[in-house]
């Protein structure tokens, strides 16, 4: 269970109206007094440490960005008071490397990957409205998709606010040690899923964070074999063909009680079950599991034919073919 400094409990919900304007700050809801109240969706020490400023970012619509384009809207009082304290203590422990991030509570870097991810998608949906007003029509979302984002942001204000989570956790987070070059920086999203990943120094993360914990169960039996050890760079990358992959074929909407409590704010998720008998996860196939890890393996030329050359067994760099751990020194493959 996770509490929080007090202050009056008053959720924000910005998908009720659609407000995404640089007039309101994203987090609290509050009016700002100028559009210029904005913070950087990737932080600038990010951007320092990995030159990113100026490097291209492609949304959704084709259209390109650069990385220091990207911002939200944000009350002054809340960056200082919250995330800059936030940002501080993942610069920290990212400075540090795999024991540093480590050492955290996982549920700050959930709240900092996720107030990326959603500044990714504030900034997407901005693009969105107005592209769709330009052409004189009503801005379409579809409601699925405004439920995650709605639970994202509403998990998001445990940064802001006094939020208890009852006894459980939005989110799976997987970290590991990786064999990774210098100065690499690899980042990925996929906003419909919100599954977030990023490797850089000597460590990887991924975090599905609208699940509730189901990817760590689905994926237990793997995790256990590969659980302590030091990752090549071409296991982590399946390691996250295989969470992006699991991600697509959950097939829930989590839903959640939300019990205002004097200053404090309960959130108590329910079963993911619900009323279906069908299981939670969509049947796996390896044809689009091979499309999605031969995306993650473009570094190192495979092609979907080598991957599913046995449509029963896909290529596997984590697992030998008697379902053991490979060990990263064992893999001759170039960084």
Request: proline share 4%.
């Amino acid at each position: 269970m996770f509490i929080f400094a007090a202050m009056p409990a008053q959720i924000y919900t910005p998908f009720e109206k659609f407000n995404f304007s640089n007039r309101t700050c994203f987090l609290s809801g509050q009016a700002l007094s100028s559009e210029e109240e904005k913070i950087q969706v990737f932080p600038a020490w990010l951007m320092s440490t990995y030159n990113l400023a100026d490097q291209p970012f492609k949304l959704l619509d084709e259209s390109i960005a650069t990385y220091k384009d990207l911002k939200i809207p944000c009350a002054a009082e809340v960056n200082e008071q919250y995330l800059e304290p936030l940002e501080a203590e993942i610069a920290a422990a990212f400075a540090v490397g795999f024991d540093g991030v480590n050492s955290l509570d996982q549920l700050k870097l959930f709240q900092w990957a996720g107030k990326l991810l959603y500044g990714i998608i504030f900034n997407e949906m901005q693009a969105g409205i107005k592209q769709q007003h330009a052409q004189g029509l009503e801005f379409n979302i579809s409601q699925s998709l405004i439920h995650k984002f709605s639970n994202l942001h509403l998990m998001l204000q445990s940064i802001n606010q006094p939020v208890v989570f009852e006894d459980f956790q939005p989110f799976s987070l997987f970290l590991f040690r990786v064999n990774n070059e210098d100065d690499l920086f690899g980042y990925r999203d996929e906003i419909n899923t919100l599954t977030f990943s990023l490797r850089i120094k000597d460590f990887g993360l991924i975090i599905c964070l609208q699940d509730n914990g189901a990817n760590r169960v689905y994926h237990k039996e793997i995790l256990q074999k590969i659980e302590g050890q030091t990752l090549h760079p071409i296991q982590f990358e399946e390691l996250n063909a295989r969470l992006f992959y699991s991600a697509y074929l959950f097939n829930r909407l989590p839903e959640y009680n939300i019990l205002p409590a004097g200053e404090e704010t309960f959130i108590e998720a329910m079963a993911l079950r619900g009323m279906s008998s069908k299981p939670l996860f969509d049947f796996w196939q390896n044809k689009t599991y091979g499309q999605v890890l031969e995306n993650f393996w473009k570094k190192w030329g495979f092609l979907l034919l080598e991957i599913i050359k046995d449509p029963e067994n896909p290529i596997s760099y984590l697992l030998d073919t008697d379902g053991n751990f490979i060990n990263a020194t064992k893999i001759e493959f170039p960084l």
